[in-house]
């Protein structure tokens, strides 16, 4: 999927689905549908539905065949989902071992270095993954731009996002571009870029952001403090919260909140 969009990860999402009722066995359709399964949640799929089905379509491609690379990194990524890091970090170390080579999997490694507690190495990751491949597809720079941020390179994170094309960008590039404008204290392209992402999802808030599936505590906090520094609503409402198990809260939306 180099360019997607709602609709092309649909279309995508039947494809895989029907390759595999012709042929169950094809671990790398099994691969393909965790991946769409996973994108369409950047496009309004409802997470709740649709993790389950990545992580069980990830799963089931290891089963097939342990020795595939790209089915332990997905896997890996879809486990970090549920907050097991230790188990996701096993997964996409042993994806780097079976394919130290690949450039998506490094992006992979990269995008998610920071959650399992190394930001350095995720941009070491992100610059060799490009170096690999320049021409890397769309749906792969996350993990570039969020490892970037969170290793404070934020002009390489916000080059990554400026290259996507408007179509492509999903709420969390417009929430990191202008997180990263604030975080290099220019205000004024922060407040800027953070109406265009108001425009874009207005129910974006700082909380609610930084209580999206896949981050740390760490990340958590850098993140619902860059966003409120960018001039996003700090609180989040009840209904974006109610699916979060242990929630992470800012202390003044937390005490707006108390009886």
């Known amino acids: 999927m180099i360019r997607p969009s709602k609709e092309r990860v649909d279309e995508a999402i039947a494809f895989f689905k029907q390759s595999l009722v012709e042929d169950p066995t094809l671990a790398r359709a099994w691969v393909d549908l965790a991946w769409a399964y996973d994108i369409s949640t950047w496009y309004g799929a409802d997470y709740a539905i649709t993790h389950p089905l990545a992580l069980d379509a990830a799963r089931r491609a290891v089963e097939i065949d342990p020795m595939d690379a790209g089915a332990h990194a997905a896997l890996g990524v879809q486990i970090g989902y549920d907050g097991d890091f230790e188990r996701g970090k096993a997964e996409l170390e042993t994806a780097l071992r079976l394919n130290p080579g690949s450039a998506d999997i490094l992006a992979l490694a990269a995008g998610w270095s920071s959650t399992f507690g190394d930001p350095a190495r995720g941009s070491e990751l992100a610059d060799q993954a490009i170096r690999i491949n320049p021409n890397y597809p ?118 707006a909140s108390s009886p």
Not at 217 to 234: Q, S, V
């Open 138 to 255: 769309v749906s792969v720079t996350v993990n570039f731009y969020m490892a970037y941020f969170m290793a404070g390179r934020h002009e390489d994170s916000l080059r990554i996002i400026d290259q996507q094309r408007l179509e492509n960008r999903t709420s969390l590039s417009w929430g990191i571009r202008a997180s990263n404008y604030a975080a290099l204290g220019q205000m004024e392209r922060a407040k800027a870029a953070t109406r265009e992402a108001l425009e874009q999802h207005p129910d974006l808030t700082a909380e609610g952001f930084a209580n999206e599936p896949g981050f740390n505590e760490t990340e958590r906090r850098k993140l619902a403090e860059a966003m409120r520094k960018a001039g996003f609503p700090p609180c989040a409402t009840s209904e974006q919260l109610k699916a979060v198990e242990r929630p992470f809260r800012i202390s003044e939306c937390s005490t």
